[in-house]
């Protein structure tokens, strides 16, 4: 089956820790999205990338970290630096970044700091 | 900065009725893309229905459809015959055309409760 799976599913951290969030697409797209969402806000962008070895920032990305060193992957890293990262995390891609393109998300993955 | 606002934090209608969800949202362009995603229990993120700025015809996919006017920066989205599988949290969305980013720019969101 073709999509965009993200793991885990939930996740729990501790304060002054760093966490690795992992989203997979096998759709072949060139383009990978990282949203975050909190309650009554919507969904923010945090990075994107719309090739392989690029990515830019988005308008949430201090405390964050990615890398796209495969076309398939683009994972997330919360630091120690974010200073409000419980929320729910969704990743997202599409064919290219022309707004005509799709996005599909995955199903998100919900980070809770203890 | 384009904004998108969505009003409307709950919404709720009986099943088989007609809802009309609310969104406006501010762009100084004349081109772009609008979009009414649905985010069930499940969490995750479903296309419903997409309008392109510069076509004039309200974009329909079955039971839901829009009511699209740019002089006014407002993109309503009307379900008919609601079912109860339309209970979720909708987020309108705004995805500018000119910026190569391609990021979308959502609303605060919607929750619809459908009513048996």
């Known amino acids: 089956d073709g999509g965009i799976t993200q793991s885990p599913k939930y996740l729990f951290r501790k304060e002054g820790q760093n966490v690795t969030l992992s989203c997979e697409q096998n759709?072949?797209?060139?383009?990978m999205y990282w949203y975050r969402q909190d309650p009554g806000q919507g969904l923010r962008l945090i990075y994107y990338s719309q090739i392989v070895n690029d990515f830019q920032k988005g308008d949430i990305a201090e405390g964050y970290s990615v890398s796209r060193e495969k076309k398939e992957s683009f994972p997330l890293t919360v630091t120690s630096a974010q200073k409000n990262p419980t929320a729910f995390y969704l990743c997202?891609?599409?064919?290219?970044?022309?707004?005509?393109?799709?996005?599909?998300f995955g199903p998100g993955t919900r980070l809770t700091v203890l | 900065a384009q904004t998108v606002t969505q009003s409307q934090p709950e919404m709720s209608v009986q099943e088989a009725e007609t809802v009309t969800l609310s969104c406006t949202y501010d762009?100084?362009?004349?081109?772009?893309?609008l979009f009414w995603y649905k985010q069930p229990p499940s969490r995750q993120m479903i296309l419903v229905i997409r309008?392109?700025?510069?076509?004039?015809q309200n974009a329909t996919e079955n039971r839901f459809s829009v009511n699209f006017q740019k002089a006014a920066k407002s993109f309503s989205l009307k379900i008919s015959d609601s079912q109860l599988g339309d209970a979720a949290m909708y987020f309108c969305a705004y995805r500018s055309v000119s910026s190569n980013t391609g990021k979308l720019i959502f609303g605060q969101g919607t929750t619809l409760q459908v009513k048996p």
């Open positions: 997202a891609s599409s064919i290219s970044a022309v707004p005509t393109h799709e996005q599909f």
């Open positions: 309008q392109e700025a510069y076509k004039q």
């Open positions: 759709l072949n797209h060139d383009a």
């Open positions: 762009t100084s362009e004349s081109d772009y893309y």
